[in-house]
C-alpha cells in the first residue's frame, strides 16, 4: 500500500516535472514569437504593432503545437491516446480555454493600466498570466486529453 502511494507520487512528480520542461520550451518559442510580432524584436519592424492580443494568441497557438508533441511523445507517452485524433482537439481547447488567463492579464495590463511596454507586455501575460494558467493545463491536459487506460 505505502509503495503503491509513493509510485503513483513518483509518477506524478515526474510527469510534473516533464510537463514543466515541455512547457518551458513551447512558452520560450511563443515568447519570442510573441516580441518579433508585437514589438519587432529581431527583426526591427513590428508586424502587429498594436495588437498585443492578436500577437499573443498567434504566438501561443505555436506553442500549443510543440507543447502538444511533446505531451504525447515524452510526458505522457505511457498514457495511450483515447480519442482518434490522440486528443488533440481536447488539447486544443483546454490550452485556448486555459489562454484566457493570461490574455485577461495583458488586457488588464494594457487597457485598463494604461501599461504599454515590451515589460509590462511580458510581465503581465509571459509571467503572471502562465504561471495562473500553468496547473489548470497541467491538470486537465491530465485528467481529459492523457488519460490512464481503465
Do not use: K
Not at 483546454?94 to 494594457?110: D, F
Amino acid at each position: 500500500m505505502v509503495d503503491d502511494v509513493a509510485g503513483r507520487w513518483r509518477r506524478l512528480a515526474s510527469e510534473l516535472w516533464r510537463f514543466f520542461a515541455v512547457a518551458q520550451l513551447a512558452t520560450w518559442v511563443s515568447v519570442v514569437l510573441f516580441n518579433v510580432l508585437l514589438h519587432g524584436w529581431l527583426v526591427g519592424d513590428a508586424l502587429l504593432e498594436d495588437q498585443a492580443m492578436l500577437a499573443y494568441v498567434l504566438a501561443n497557438s505555436v506553442g500549443m503545437v510543440i507543447s502538444y508533441h511533446g505531451s504525447r511523445g515524452w510526458v505522457f507517452r505511457h498514457r495511450p491516446p483515447r480519442q482518434a485524433d490522440g486528443g488533440f482537439t481536447t488539447y486544443v481547447v483546454i490550452n485556448l480555454a486555459a489562454m484566457v488567463l493570461p490574455l485577461g492579464c495583458l488586457y488588464v495590463s494594457r487597457h485598463l493600466l494604461g501599461w504599454d511596454s515590451p515589460l509590462a507586455d511580458n510581465l503581465s501575460a509571459n509571467v503572471v498570466g502562465l504561471v495562473l494558467a500553468f496547473r489548470a493545463r497541467f491538470y486537465l491536459s491530465r485528467r481529459f486529453v492523457f488519460r490512464l487506460p481503465e
